[in-house]
């Protein structure tokens, strides 16, 4: 598998909840508790949102959780705010040769 | 405060060869693994491959592997990504990034600002 696989775009108001979906397979999000969530606005690196499905690192706003169910991987956002428009990346420990692996990016719009 | 700070851009023709680099500073370098992932214009992220720096033991993604060497310098602290022989389509920014990894954690928890390589003849 080259790529997890996520909507290539999803927008809210301020203020409502959206949720980015992660599809992998049983080798990879579905296997290990190993899947954590990158965000990125334009022009700036990565930074990790979640960690190991559900893990929030310190500083990172509690409005951001995550959750798997099988081999999918789901990334919410609650109380949509104009500072969470940027691209969201899941990533996942794979047990194939290549080890980790992206999903394909999300485009958070907030109307 | 953990600090992995790239080297600067770059610009080269096809067929050159480069290595840049990403001075870590602010921990322990053997307790985490370095990664590297590419970013072509305008497209998602791709993990490129990673070093433990403590035995140096590598792993490659299938895309990347035979293309590029990962390598660090453990007595200073820094990791370094070489290309052999550059192609234009490895124009791109390449972040490094710092991988924690313990039996209950794995994921990148603090990522350099990213060097833009650029291959143009």
């Known amino acids: 598998q080259s790529a997890l696989t996520q909507p290539a775009s999803v927008s809210g108001s301020p203020g409502q909840s959206i949720t980015i979906s992660c599809t992998g397979t049983?080798?990879?999000?579905?296997?290990?508790?190993?899947v954590s969530w990158y965000q990125q606005h334009p022009g700036k690196a990565p930074k990790v949102i979640i960690s190991?499905?559900?893990n929030r690192p310190s500083g990172v706003s509690n409005r951001f959780s995550g959750s798997k169910s099988g081999n999918t991987a789901s990334l919410t956002i609650s109380g949509l705010q104009a500072e969470d428009e940027a691209d969201y990346y899941c990533?996942?420990?794979?047990?194939?040769?290549?080890?980790?692996?992206f999903g394909t990016g999300t485009k958070v719009t907030v109307l | 405060e953990v600090q992995l700070v790239q080297s600067g851009a770059e610009v080269r023709k096809p067929g050159e060869s480069l290595r840049i680099s990403c001075k870590t500073s602010?921990?322990?370098?053997?307790?985490?693994?370095i990664s590297w992932v590419r970013q072509m214009p305008g497209k998602g992220l791709e993990w490129m491959g990673r070093?433990?720096?403590?035995?140096?033991?590598?792993n490659y993604s299938p895309s990347f592997e035979g293309h590029v060497t990962i390598s660090t310098d453990k007595s200073i602290g820094i990791a370094y990504l070489r290309w052999g022989t550059l192609k234009a389509s490895d124009t791109a920014i390449y972040y490094c990034?710092?991988?924690?990894?313990?039996?209950?954690?794995?994921?990148?928890?603090?990522w350099g600002r990213g060097t833009l390589v650029t291959v143009s003849s």
């Open positions: 990034a710092r991988v924690r990894r313990d039996i209950s954690s794995l994921h990148a928890d603090n």
């Open positions: 602010g921990y322990s370098f053997t307790t985490h693994w």
């Open positions: 070093i433990d720096p403590t035995d140096s033991y590598t």
């Open positions: 049983n080798s990879d999000v579905g296997g290990f508790n190993f």
């Open positions: 190991d499905v559900t």
């Open positions: 990533s996942s420990y794979t047990s194939s040769s290549t080890l980790y692996i």
